[in-house]
């Protein structure tokens, strides 16, 4: 027991914990703004991946880290207009749909990269976003290496939650995106464009998981892997109910998991030989697992979730 | 010379598919007054308001607003033009606030902040003009069904509109909230605004309009001042023959069928029955009245074997009810006509006749080991039950969603009441049907008493149950009241107890109150 709290006290972990934390604030997000809408995005797994491997592609290629993330946000974006050309247009299924996306843009993401680099045999590497030291704060115990010695992505990430929370509670547009999500027709009563809507929710929300994809090759790591993403993506779908879907709880569950996963890694090399390793891998999904159903009783979704909407069909 | 008419339709027609919706519709609406548009369920009412509304688009014809051509199929130009609906369904979203629904739509997508102070401040104001009293910050879900319908008019109003379309908007209220809305109506108009008021129920339209435009088959069949019209005119106009609605005839109740006692459910939801108490006798048709939503669903399917976490007893003819298992309930002799025809009472992608034979599959008369169908024989006997209760249809072998809601009914009603039940649950059976299908309905709802069944009637429609009812409960917040022999209530007393005031003056010992859980046994 004494282990734990030995970790909890070291700013390694902490700082872990942020680190891993930042693809599934994108991630979650990235899903809380298309749910809002009204529209379940699957596709999160394989969009992510999109991002993994076309940020770190662009930079490998000498552009430079931002139009990177750029790059990736927009390859986001289009498979985002995918996953709403079939969902939003055609009313197909958002469960098959998400799953063919999620397939599709892994599998595409791999071939791409096979494609550019058919001699690679060891991943080719790049320089990845550095750790920035805010000055003053970063000299703080723990919390100055936790919180302020992160790269500029991390920041971004946190800086992301706000501004994805104002936009959707206290702006027009944002009251657009979570009636399309809860009364697609009282949207289309009052003169919006519930179909318009939607499309732009998908794409802006893919666009963020797909940023949430670029920082795991752009800023944790420095190359792209197969099967780099590795759940994170499901881990977004399962947070954003956990989340009620709030911005700022959303944040607090990603934090949750992202500390049970640093936990994680150094239980593993402390325990050391008595509890397989396996065991500690498991536990991250098994306390969400536990923390979905204390939360998950009581959410309220929104209401059209998944139902899609036809305009002038007879009600 | 009168004034130009604020809103003119000219020629409109709009079909779907073979049907004719809408026939060549003219229409001229006045500043300042009220224009019903009557007509049944079917006639292309609010097709037409769609259409105007920017929902559909016409095949033929135009709508003028102030003389311009109104562009079609935009909602959005429709609101700009002035025009303003409340649908029959409200189109609030339940999870947020009343200003949030409200401002929806009215500043400019790409603002960086909403005008919530300036939002407030015209909201307010409207609602002291109009007298439509509803808290901006409540959620829509915490809202009564009346105070929603004043959330869509002051949505409607907050847009500036100039003419404004109510679609049935008395089907959800109580007749006093309605009379409220009549009088909501009147001071709208004095401050220049045109009405559209859309209806099939006659006494409302005598009351609250100027002109009365009536629709049938989707084509205008005439256009008469209200002050000088006459009710039983405007129903033969509505109708286009004269039908007459069966009326209850004298039969002295027999035995004890049903005995519904002490039922309750668990929560404190107003869905949730509260300690019910309830007898029907063979020869009898109890009526319930009350608001949807108010208990009348979780007692339909305790009684339809849907459910069976309840407390208390149910007997019929003397034995339990099997709670819980539909089969057993409809083979001790229920036959059920459900509220909702097109998700519980049939499966519309599946065969007439293997709709017909889904409540018996395993009678010998169909089925041979127990488990092997006879398709020819149960194809016979559909045939039969077709005739019998005059389903339209191209045989046993059409698909069942390509009927009429009237003959999908009479299918219903042909399975449920074709192996006599002692005990019928008839909930909204004529709701949405058209004349001609409601007075069928009834005739064989009568029929079955005069055979000797018990009748369970569920209905909001206070005039059905006024004449085919031996006595009338009226179920509010999941409590019944007392059943007195219709007529010993008046319509106004029977509102207000759907709005859940306790029932006054009469001394029916022991449930003076609304059935309240202090009388329990």
Redesign the interface.
Known sequence: MSDFVDILLTAGFWAATIRIVSPLIFGTLGELICERAGVLNLGIEGIMTVGAMSGWMWVYQGGDLWTGVLFAACMGAVFGLLHAVFTVHLCLSQHVTGIGITLFASSLSYFVYRMLLPDATTPPKIVPFQPIAVPWLSDLPIIGEALFTQSALTYLALLVVPMVWYVLF????G??V??SG??P????????NVLAVRTGAVMVGSAFMAVGGAFITMSWFDAFYFGMVNGRGWICVALVIFASWRPGRALLGALLFAGLEAIQVRAQQSAGAFIPYQFFLMLPYVMSILAMIVMARKT?Y??ALLVPFR??ER? | MSKPPVLEFRGVTKRFGTLTANDNVSLTLQQGEVLALLGENGAGKTTLMNILFGHYQADEGDILVDGDVLASGSTQAAINAGIGMVHQHFTLADNLTVLENITLGTESLWSWRQDQAGSRRKLAAMISDYGLVVDPDAMVSDLSVGERQRVEILKALYRDARILILDEPTAVLTPQESERLFATLQSITAKGLAIIFISHKLHEILAVSNRIAVLRRGAIVGTLETASSKREQLAQLMVGRTVTRPKLSAIEPGELVLDISNVSTAGTGATELKAIDLTLHQHEIVGIAGVAGNGQGTLADILSGLRKDFSGNVQLNGQMLDAGNPRAIVASGVGRIPEDRHARGVVAAMDIWENLISEDIRSDEICSAGFIISGSRARARAEKQIEEFDVRCKGPDAETKLLSGGNMQKLILARALSNTPSFILANQPVRGLDEGAIAYVQEQLLEARKRGAAILLISEDLDELMTLTDRIAVMSHGMLSSALPTGERSIGEIGLMMAGHADQGHGDQGHANMGSPANGH
């Open positions: 206290r702006t027009p547009v009251l657009a979570r009636m809860e009364n027709v009282a949207v289309e009563a009052q003169g919006i309220k929104p209401q305009r002038g009600v």
